[in-house]
């Protein structure tokens, strides 16, 4: 006769297949939490951390709780480990999703630069160009600081009206004045707690 649990499913069922699931997609919101978390603190949202932190602690201790009532269970393990890779996984394509945070992108085109800038005026792009010499001789660099989520368009833009430039792209931790190309208004998020207003 079959053992069944407070539910009415099969203690086998439950034990081998249900709970390690569950603690599978335990660990991967908490550990996407947990990944989301770590890239907030480092582009200094540091508001937003503590929240994250909160829930991130509560499902971990769900899911290792249960692990600590099964330690018999080889399953519970697989899918604890399983679920923390998958979760950093989710976290970093998360926070690439929403692009948060402002970077600094550095050009340095090969050849004429002229029709490169002026797609970025007639894009709104705010930028600045230097002259430089480099081991091939006299170039221009231009720089440009841009909200990441506008860092491919930009990139669109430098391979077709520059291509073959170097470039190279780095994060900004906080920013203060300048001149950004205007955020529509169907974003899919706005995260902007705990860095100053930019003008």
Known sequence: METLNFCG???NLFLWVILPLMIFFARIIDQSIGT????????G????????????????????SQIM???NNIACFIGYGMGFAVGNYVGIWLEEKISIGTVVVRIIPRNDNTLLINKLKASNFGFTTVDACGSTGKVKIIFSIIK???????????NEYNPHSFYTIEEVKAVNEGVFRSSPKHSFLKFNIGLKKIK
């Open 45 to 64: 949202l540091k508001s937003l951390a503590p929240l994250l932190g909160f829930f991130e602690s509560i499902i971990w201790l769900i899911a290792i």
């Open 36 to 43: 989301l978390r770590l890239i907030f603190v480092s582009k």
């Open 148 to 158: 990441r989520k506008d860092a491919r368009h930009l990139i669109e833009l430098i």
């Open 9 to 11: 499913i099969n203690n």
């Open 69 to 71: 009532q099964h330690l």
